[in-house]
């Protein structure tokens, strides 16, 4: 059992910018795989970014893409998602999840699932 806790989440404005965080509290955190996914008002879950424990392959959504960037923390086994240049429309729910398929962007292939972040973005 993954059990992920989110922090990091809260209103800004567009164009700022904003972290988050994942802690992963699994001994063996290092044989998963994480992604974070959002969830805009009224809409579906969408992939976000994927990324391997090492941090040595990423993967991300064409629409942030050169916008946010997703890393891990090993020693914290922590998987960060920095997002920089907010847009309105960056409106969300933000989920951590993990995987035991690495990279994928599919919904199904994550097991376990954070809490969930409210972000925000005033125009």
């Known amino acids: 059992q993954v059990h992920l806790v989110e922090s990091g989440g809260g209103l800004v404005q567009a164009g700022d910018s904003l972290r988050l965080s994942c802690t992963a509290s699994?001994?063996?955190?290092?044989?998963?795989?994480m992604g974070w996914f959002r969830q805009a008002p009224g809409g579906e879950r969408e992939f976000v970014a994927a990324?391997?424990?090492?941090?040595?392959?990423?993967r991300y959504a064409d629409s942030i893409r050169d916008r946010f960037i997703i890393s891990t923390d090993i020693a914290r086994a922590t998987v960060n998602l920095q997002m920089n240049s907010l847009k309105p429309e960056g409106t969300a729910v933000y989920y951590c999840?993990?995987?035991?398929?690495?990279?994928?962007?599919?919904?199904?292939?994550?097991?376990?699932w954070g809490q969930g972040n409210q972000v925000p973005v005033a125009s």
């Open positions: 999840a993990a995987a035991r398929v690495p990279l994928s962007h599919a919904q199904t292939s994550y097991e376990w």
């Open positions: 699994v001994r063996t955190f290092n044989n998963y795989y």
């Open positions: 990324i391997t424990w090492s941090g040595r392959t990423t």
